[in-house]
């Protein structure tokens, strides 16, 4: 197997304290850069170390992701334990861990997903020939996998070669659902192989684009057979729901979109994962998801992968603000937890719950045999208008009507048993059904079962639409509205600046890393391992972090 080679691999080590973190990178690379970073080069890669220990203020980190973790305890007896399961826990998506400790740890390592190393072996040949070797098989499987859907090998992976890969496939998709992918991945519309290889450690929770890509490139060829063992499950895992009885097997794919393509403005996308789907994203979440019977996240973004490591050195503070905010004082005292971590350019503010408040939320739970149904699949649901939040404050009505005119829906779902699921929705609510369809639920599941394939496309003219919403409010309303929001953004200048003390004011000492935090895009998170469910709910606004940094902060 030929194997290439990893331009640069990146190691954070964590210590019980920084002179223990120290050492480690010592003793493992030797070639100090900073006081927090070390570099030396093997076999043709680069090998960066980052230190991190409970009381670090970090002041470096990893340009690009994570390819490995290493955390060094004293022993099973160490007063840092639990410390290092929860940094270990919030750093799931790391694809290699290791536990290192002259004490055999070995199932202590285990059970955290970890492999174990001996602290006497960490500076053998033996040991870094692994630990480089493990990551250029995963780069290597995850290359293979990108050249393979980079049609004329220039290095990017655009819509229309997802169109004409996926041309083999069963269910082709359609060049919406491919810009879909390409825009996830990249702000350009071009995917290069960093960003694909970053978004398949760190951002597997979009799990529908992920999905695509998947079934992409494992029906061309079929040709991953080795690597990761992650990667290699899911590919099995595909190949499975590949031969799954069709009679029990629902897809639907529904699009709206006007005839000439528009720049995405503010929009809205739905995200949701059931059963076995479900549980594949858990397992690269922390434990919480799967312990708490409801988690409920807020994702924001940075600039910078750095400037997330540097926004969780603030963020006790964001937690109490936001805790004030929404007076969850309660909550917390019965049980409620707030988690945070960072994923590359995301951070996480997560709220957990245990104790008596989820005693309460079991008990309300849905009363459904959950795993009876066995009941699994995913779908999306992505729309945007071309009309972005300056717009608004400089656009005239008229032009704010034309620009909402201009929109686009795209959807696909694919569920498995939803007629298990679907039966016993109309058994638990046959009376109520019966009135419904004057008596007749049955006929209405024969008319679903019917629709298992369900693919719908619509083109229309934007320009004709946004005549007929002006038609249909009137001429004069539309001048009327019109002029009461031409006076709204002249006085919209003169209300920020004076604002602007009581704002900086209330923001105080979080001013400066706010400054980092790009609100864009916000997405919102539920989940419920119970009911075997993935829920995410992500808001754009293209074009807000810019107005906000230079008009408010």
């Known amino acids: 197997m030929d194997i290439t080679a990893s331009s640069c691999i990146n190691i954070v080590v964590w210590g019980e304290n920084m002179e223990v973190a120290t050492k480690l990178a010592e003793n493992l690379i030797g070639v100090q850069e900073s006081n927090y970073s070390w570099s030396a080069n093997y076999q043709g890669s680069t090998i960066k170390a980052f230190i991190r220990h409970p009381e670090s203020s970090i002041s470096g980190s990893p340009v690009g992701v994570t390819d490995i ?280 503010i997560e709220f957990s719950f245990f104790g008596s408040i989820a005693n309460k939320i079991n008990e309300s739970s849905f009363k459904f045999n959950v795993e009876a149904f066995n009941f699994w699949g995913a779908g999306a649901i992505h729309m945007f208008s071309a009309l972005t939040p300056n717009d608004i404050l400089n656009s005239t009505l008229e032009q704010i009507i034309e620009k909402i005119s201009n929109f686009k829906i795209i959807s696909h779902g694919e569920f498995s048993n939803f007629e298990i699921f679907f039966s016993a929705l109309l058994s638990a609510y046959e009376d109520s059904l019966k009135k419904i369809f004057k008596g007749n639920s049955i006929s209405f599941l024969n008319f679903f079962k019917a629709l298992r394939y369900l693919g719908y496309e619509l083109r229309y003219d934007s320009g004709e639409l946004s005549d007929l919403i002006k038609e249909l409010i009137g001429a004069n309303i539309v001048e009327s509205l019109g002029t009461q929001l031409s006076q709204y953004q002249q006085m919209s200048g003169t209300m920020i600046e004076q604002f602007k003390p009581m704002i900086e004011n209330f923001l105080g000492p979080f001013k400066e890393p706010l400054k980092m935090v790009n609100i864009d895009k916000i997405s919102v998170i539920t989940s419920s391992p119970k009911l075997k469910i993935f829920y995410k709910t992500s808001f754009h606004f293209p074009g807000l972090t810019a107005f906000v940094r230079e008009n408010i902060l």
Request: some cysteine; hydrophobic content about 40%; glycine content about 6%.
């Open 69 to 348: 973790l290493i955390v060094h305890l004293s022993g099973i007896g160490s007063s840092f334990l639990e410390q290092a399961k929860t940094y270990i826990n919030l750093r799931k998506g790391i694809p290699f861990k290791f536990i290192t400790s002259e004490e055999n740890l070995s199932e202590w390592a285990k059970q955290n997903d970890c492999e174990f190393i001996n602290y006497s072996l960490i500076n053998t040949e033996e040991t870094k020939n692994k630990l480089v070797l493990s990551v250029r098989h995963l780069e290597d499987t995850l290359r293979t996998a990108f050249e393979k859907l980079d049609l004329n090998k220039n290095g990017l992976i655009t819509a229309e070669e997802l169109v004409q890969a996926s041309k083999t496939l069963d269910h082709e998709i359609s060049l919406d659902e491919a810009k879909t992918v390409t825009s996830t991945l990249s702000h350009d519309g071009n995917i290069r192989f960093d960003q694909f290889k970053r978004w398949w450690i760190m951002g597997r929770g979009d799990f529908n684009t992920f999905r695509k890509i998947v079934q992409v490139e494992m029906s061309v060829g079929n040709f991953i057979k080795r690597g990761s063992q992650t990667f290699n499950e899911y590919i099995d895992k595909l190949k499975t729901e590949a031969n799954v009885n069709f009679n029990s097997f629902y897809q639907g794919r529904i699009n709206i979109s006007p005839t000439t393509d528009l720049d995405n403005g503010i929009g809205i996308t739905f995200d949701l994962a059931t059963g076995k789907d479900a549980e594949f994203i858990y397992d690269s979440l922390p434990n919480y998801y799967r312990s708490s019977p409801l988690v409920v996240g807020i994702e924001i973004q940075v600039d910078e992968d750095i400037q997330g490591a540097m926004i969780l050195q603030e963020i006790d503070g964001f937690k109490a603000m936001i805790i004030n905010i929404f007076k969850l004082n309660q909550l917390l005292e019965e049980g409620m937890k707030v988690e945070s971590r960072h994923i590359g350019k995301s951070v996480f």
